[in-house]
């Protein structure tokens, strides 16, 4: 771990490096060999993957991101003025975009004193870090660069917090893995700690489906991403052009599929893995899902991980939910 302090109120602890640990090639290896093939959803995320994804969030038929602000704008200073908190917490914080909206709640009654973004892309969070304090008078920020689904007890100690995780991101872990992280996020809170969970809501498959397969392919740009990010981890030696950007609705599993096809018969051979596999054509690496709730869902979730759910908010169309819960 490297913990480094900047000027203007900045920590950065960074648990990730750019080395591949042996968990991280067993991991790839395992999916790989899988039936059907996978590639873990943490690696879209990297820098480039990142800043893409920020792209994605601006397309109009991202409907996602705009929703869930203006949802959060609508009901903000309720849950600031619920929670009296005054340390947010952010899993997966990314640009932290729509944070912002928590953290002005939070200074207008006077309770900000400190944000933690959490996220794998060191460079994105330590542009956010710079760009808050630079925004918001005396506030202290507290980075953690590491991938959530494994170094959450590194989020710092602190005072009456909440932990918030937005955009969806709990929709990239199947059933019983999101009941395990959530389960571990309570187990890392005290007493009385809140945390804000936003889910993506089951709704017309159409235009679910259609966020994930913009007009501008810039989500195929980003799913293709993960293979540079193979070549450069791991020597993956593979032609990103050979592959296409497929995403689909699931509707056993309430959730949308995102793979990469192949366009070709071709050989992949991956020196840092030790491993050589044929593709055939037409054949998919699955590399992320992302499930939709309903209100119940989101409950059954929260209270089988340990948690009181307090208030549920959501948008008038009812396509995004913010369920607001409590460590009893």
Not at 141 to 158: K, N, Q, S, T, W
């Amino acid at each position: 771990m490297d913990c480094t302090t900047e000027p203007h109120n900045i920590i950065v602890d960074v648990h990730v490096t750019g080395e591949t640990p042996e968990s991280a090639r067993a991991e790839l290896r395992a999916g790989l060999l899988a039936t059907p093939r996978t590639l873990p959803t943490k690696y879209l995320y990297d820098d480039r993957g990142s800043e893409l994804f920020e792209a994605i969030c601006e397309l109009p038929e991202y409907y996602q991101t705009r929703t869930e602000r203006q949802l959060l704008i609508d009901c903000a200073d309720q849950i600031v003025d619920l929670t009296k908190v005054e340390e947010l917490v952010e899993l997966g914080s990314g640009a932290a975009t729509k944070t912002r909206v928590l953290l002005d709640a939070m200074a207008r009654a006077n309770q900000l004193r400190f944000y933690v973004p959490f996220d794998v892309s060191e460079g994105i969070v330590r542009r956010v870090a710079q760009e808050l304090v630079n925004e918001y008078k005396g506030l202290q920020v507290h980075g953690v660069v590491g991938d959530f689904l494994a170094h959450l007890e590194h989020i710092p100690e602190g005072g009456r917090r909440l932990v918030v995780i937005l955009g969806g991101t709990i929709g990239n872990l199947a059933p019983q893995a999101a009941r395990t992280f959530i389960s571990s996020i309570h187990s890392e809170l005290t007493s009385g700690d809140f945390f804000l969970l936003g889910v993506q809501l089951e709704t017309n498959i159409k235009r679910i489906e259609a966020a994930y397969n913009d007009s501008a392919g810039v989500t195929g740009e980003f799913n293709k991403n993960i293979l540079h990010v193979m070549q450069e981890m791991v020597g993956a030696t593979l032609n990103p052009d050979s592959f296409e950007h497929v995403a689909r609705y699931n509707t056993t599993d309430h959730r949308i599929e995102m793979r990469l096809r192949s366009n070709e018969h071709q050989t992949i051979r991956i020196p840092g893995l030790d491993l050589s596999f044929d593709l055939e054509k037409g054949e998919e690496i699955l590399t992320e899902i992302s499930t939709k709730y309903d209100h119940p869902r989101a409950e059954t979730l929260l209270e089988d991980s340990g948690f009181d759910m307090i208030k549920w908010y959501t948008d008038p169309d009812e396509l995004i939910g913010l369920a607001l819960a409590r460590k009893p």
